[in-house]
């Protein structure tokens, strides 16, 4: 599963936060979610569709934007997302 975190340039706070919480969340499925931080203004943030920072996006799909998801919700998605 791949995973893109979208932020700003230079990284504020939350976006820190929320590329930190994604790479915990990661975690737990050793090999299976790869996590990538990208700037909001790279041409695969124009393709993703999000409209606020930080964004969270697995395989192409926007899970969260403008706030920080808690790690527990992050591995629900990714849970859910690979199928159990």
Sequence with gaps: MEVKIFGSEPPCVSCKRTEEAAKKAA????????????????????????????????????????RVPEQSELEQIFRSELGG
């Design 27 to 66: 975690a737990v499925f050793p090999g299976r979610v790869s996590v990538e931080k990208l700037s909001a203004h790279s041409p695969e943030a124009a393709e993703a569709g999000f409209t606020a920072t930080p964004a969270v996006v697995v395989d192409g799909k926007v899970v969260s934007q403008g």
